[in-house]
């Protein structure tokens, strides 16, 4: 059974200006989509961002100088004439990517984004089990 992380995705729309959240699994497929975006949409939308972020990776090197290397992705930001779109990973073969109006305030985007980022492995985490042959 998977959790509605839905609420997630919910909460990051707070942002002034944030449109859309979904969250992709690394082979593109949807994982998780805000309320407010039609699930043909977010597919769609899934197989793309994990094409994207397979590109970025990949030109990580272009980023980077002879003496620090090149680092690891982090971040993708997409300007487009009616707003953005924020590509960021969410733990293990998980990506976290919205989608927000030309006037968002981008550090408070990202900011919300890696608090969400944050959330999501806490709610997808499993306690340990206790053991059973021991009396609490």
Known sequence: MNPDLS????????????????LVSAD??????????GRDEAETNAA?????????????????????????????????????IFLIAAGSGAYLAAAAAPDVDMEAMSFRMQQQV???GKAMSTPPRQNAGTEA
């Open 48 to 84: 793309a961002m994990s094409s994207m972020q397979s590109l970025s990776r990949a030109v990580a090197p272009f980023a980077g100088n002879a003496v620090h290397g090149h680092g690891d992705w982090r971040q993708t930001l997409m300007e487009y004439d009616h707003g953005w």
């Open 118 to 120: 944050s959330a999501l």
């Open 7 to 22: 609420w997630v995705l919910n909460d990051l729309l707070q942002v002034r200006g944030a449109r859309h959240a979904i």
């Open 28 to 37: 593109g497929l949807l994982l998780e989509r805000s309320s407010d975006v």
